[in-house]
């Protein structure tokens, strides 16, 4: 049974929408936050957004905050945790990573300190294009 697993990426133009989804099986039953993070070859994993399982509180990085809307369709697995974007631009080319994260102060950590000390379930990413 794969953990975590996403869907939904592809190519846009910028200026366009795309909606990502992770399905978050029930080996992660004991997770505290679901985050999106992305990547592009040669820089490092950044955190986009997440949001806490229990109370719903969600975190953005400044550079979605806005444009980027995370969200659950439960507070329970299995779950989906969405990322709706909009207003997309040629810098969220990325690869988009969703994890199940399992720290005690998952959101607060991923806000400090992105990926670093992260403790959690990866999933294998969906490739998110975005031309000018």
């Known amino acids: 049974q794969v953990a975590v697993e996403e869907s939904g990426g592809g190519s846009v133009q910028a200026g366009g929408s795309l909606r990502l989804s992770c399905a978050a099986s029930d080996d992660t039953f004991s997770s505290n936050c679901m985050a999106w993070f992305r990547q592009v070859p040669g820089q490092e994993r950044e955190a986009v957004a997440a949001?806490?399982?229990?109370?719903?509180?969600?975190?953005?990085s400044d550079s979605v905050k806005g444009r980027f809307t995370i969200s659950l369709d439960s507070p329970k697995t299995p779950l989906n945790v969405y990322l709706e974007m909009n207003s997309l631009k040629p810098e969220d080319t990325a690869l988009y990573s969703c994890v199940a994260d399992y720290r005690p102060r998952c959101l607060s950590d991923i806000a400090a300190q992105g990926d670093k000390g992260l403790i959690g379930r990866w999933g294998q990413g969906t490739q998110v294009t975005v031309s000018s």
């Open positions: 949001i806490h399982k229990r109370d719903g509180t969600v975190y953005y």
